[in-house]
């Protein structure tokens, strides 16, 4: 037995040389499946939930083979990793529906650092109090899958410093957020926010991980994990998913793994230790000196992957999904994206090279993967 699986995924559009054009508006009049984003740049595909992991690899893969038949149509554009404005404009705001009165709220409120690309990952969860405390395990171990999908050093036409840009200017909403002890106190917390004016619908509570549902706060069914940058190499992304998987079913089987019960800190400790984790993970990822949640040890990001790697690894072996796990050691030894094109960046390459050498290498990627994965679960 497997969770149910699916992901939201943003992309920028543009050229190969790597200049983002919005497209947006013009995608999603023609073809379904997208939707659009605030800013015209970037666009989002939502695969539906699966169980199996090799049905979710070709949910990711297909939209995007289709967007790019689409895009050679329209001229010589294409589809550009990474999480930010690599090679700017973020001065500039590109408003996908000038009409939408909350589209006008992010712009005003906002700006250009919402005009980020990212990877949602959802987990369906159908007990209430279990997706409860998952959230709270997966909020406070987030920085992890951010260190493993960072993929933002760029911005402008420069690096940053960040190994995550997006994730460090992005406008975490509310500013605070508490660990949640039950569904009713979610129930209650987010009325109050919707009251105070905190948030502006129950869609606008952008945390690192939040509940998800048809009818929030109500009826909830999954977890969301929202702090990841664009991972493109669906395997990767799937090594990923696989690792949360494997987490919450350890907390799904085990109760006590609920850090209400588990650590040495109060609820507010926790959240402040966590924030500070989010911020040195988005800065150095995978290098990032983290404080872990259950006894405040200093731990890098990689070494406390690599311990919840071999915690989980018998989980996923049970269940069948190991192999699917396995690419974690590959992402650890090779590096995240980020990390990658900052060594090219340190060989001086410049950011345009880098970035257009990836569009590249994505759609060679992709085209291999359609050819041979795809179309033999097919026959």
């Not at 494997?246 to 800190?265: K, M, V």
């Not at 984790?277 to 995978?286: G, I």
């Amino acid at each position: 037995m497997l969770l149910s699986k699916g992901f939201e995924v943003e992309m920028y559009t543009g050229t190969p040389q790597g200049q983002i054009i919005g497209l947006s508006d013009k995608i999603v009049a023609d073809l379904d499946g997208f939707v659009i984003e605030p800013d015209n740049r970037n666009v989002e595909y939502t695969t539906a939930p699966f169980y199996r992991y090799e049905k979710l690899l070709c949910a990711l893969v297909r939209p995007r083979t289709q967007l790019r038949h689409y895009l050679k149509q329209q001229g010589d554009y294409t589809l550009i990793p990474g999480s930010t404005l690599s090679l700017g404009d973020s001065t500039q705001f590109h408003r996908s529906d000038p009409q939408n009165p909350y589209h006008t709220y992010i712009e005003q409120t906002y700006g250009t650092k919402v005009v980020t690309a990212s990877i949602h990952i959802n987990i369906g969860i159908s007990d209430p109090e279990t997706l409860m405390r998952a959230i709270r395990l997966v909020r406070l171990e987030a920085p992890l899958y951010l260190a493993l999908s960072a993929s933002s050093p760029f911005l402008d036409n420069q690096a940053t410093g960040h190994h995550s840009t997006r994730w460090q200017m992005f406008p975490k909403t509310p500013t605070h957020v508490p660990l949640f002890e039950n569904h009713p106190h979610f129930i209650r917390w987010t009325q109050e926010q919707l009251n105070l004016g905190t948030m502006q619908n129950v869609r606008h509570l952008w945390s690192s991980v939040r509940p998800n549902g048809d009818n929030r706060p109500y009826n909830l069914n999954r977890l969301e994990l929202r702090i990841c940058d664009l991972v493109t190499d669906p395997i990767a992304l799937l090594a990923i998913t696989a690792l949360l998987e494997a987490r919450i079913w350890q907390t799904i089987e085990n109760p006590s793994l609920d850090p209400l019960n588990t650590s040495q800190y109060t609820p507010e400790e926790l959240i402040h230790l966590t924030d500070n984790n989010e911020t040195s993970a988005a800065h150095q990822s995978l290098d990032a000196q983290l404080q872990h949640w259950q006894d405040g040890r200093t731990i890098t990001a990689k070494d406390w992957i690599e311990e919840l790697y071999e915690q989980t690894r018998p989980v996923a072996k049970k269940r069948g999904f190991s192999c699917f796990l396995s690419p974690i050691k590959k992402i650890l030894r090779e590096g995240n994206t980020a990390q990658q094109w900052l060594k090219m960046y340190s060989s001086q390459q410049t950011c345009q090279d880098i970035i257009a050498n990836s569009i590249q290498t994505l759609a060679e990627q992709e085209t291999e993967l359609e050819d041979k994965l795809c179309q033999m679960l097919v026959a």
